[in-house]
T-cell receptor, first 115, second 116 residues
Framework: DSGVTQTPKHLITATGQRVTLRCSPR?????VYWYQQSLDQGLQFLIH???????AKGNILERFSAQQFPDLHSELNLSSLELGDSALYFC??????????????FGPGTRLTVL | AQSVSQHNHHVILSEAASLELGCNYS??????LFWYVQYPGQHLQLLLK??????LVKGIKGFEAEFIKSKFSFNLRKPSVQWSDTAEYFC??????????????FGGGTRVLVKP
């Protein structure tokens, strides 16, 4: 157990719908990262938040958005869902500074299935 | 563009055999390197990491990796595998160039099946 929690574990929805994935980082970590793991794209970085502020964006679609709240939990919102959005979505967190800032700890993931 | 490549997509071997998984990256500048393992149905777990210093790093569960800067490689090894090592292994790289952010770039993964 990494200490990073994600809910829900599984999500099944239909095309065109909107879902929200939730992540709570490890105690003391200020950074939250979102990654998408799909069969065709592999593991891809989506977005990074640090203490409530967006720090970096990767290959995140405009239909997707994220935010980090004052209690440091983060939510990834996926809208106008398409079949191709079916994937495993991981959240990771890292310590606030120092060499350990470079290590990321992953949550169990949310498996999204779009029918 | 920055990229990470893992040469083998699938590896099948018997228990007690030695394992070596290749990883090459294309980045300019200083990097941090990682190997993660994903057991069936589970999340990513860190096996080992290289930040600086001795290029031969030892991780958990008997794994080690060697960073060869001149070859842009970070290969993972285990002298004698067990059935429980059946998993998917991911190499990941983080560039220390500030503009790159703190993201990890992953290779495509290598699925390892260890036959009992």
């Amino acid at each position: 157990d990494s200490g990073v929690t994600q809910t829900p574990k599984h999500l099944i929805t239909a095309t065109g719908q909107r879902v929200t994935l939730r992540c709570s980082p490890r105690s003391g970590d200020l950074s939250v990262y979102w990654y998408q793991q799909s069969l065709d794209q592999g593991l891809q970085f989506l977005i990074h938040y640090y203490n409530g502020e967006e720090r970096a964006k990767g290959n995140i679609l405009e239909r997707f958005s994220a935010q980090q709240f004052p209690d440091l939990h983060s939510e990834l919102n996926l809208s106008s869902l398409e079949l191709g959005d079916s994937a495993l979505y991981f959240c990771a967190s890292s310590p606030p500074f120092g060499g350990a800032y470079n290590e990321q700890f992953f949550g169990p993931g949310t498996r999204l299935t779009v029918l | 563009a920055q990229s990470v490549s893992q040469h083998n997509h699938h590896v099948i071997l018997s228990e007690a055999a030695s394992l070596e998984l290749g990883c090459n990256y294309s980045y300019g500048g200083t990097v941090n390197l990682f190997w993660y393992v994903q057991y069936p149905g589970q999340h990513l777990q860190l096996l080992l990491k290289y930040f600086s210093g001795d290029p031969l790093v030892k991780g958990i569960k008997g794994f080690e990796a060697e960073f060869i800067k001149s070859k842009f490689s970070f290969n993972l090894r285990k002298p004698s595998v067990q059935w429980s090592d059946t998993a998917e292994y991911f190499c990941a790289v983080k560039s220390l160039i500030k503009a790159a952010g703190n993201k990890l770039t992953f290779g495509g993964g290598t699925r390892v099946l260890v036959k009992p």
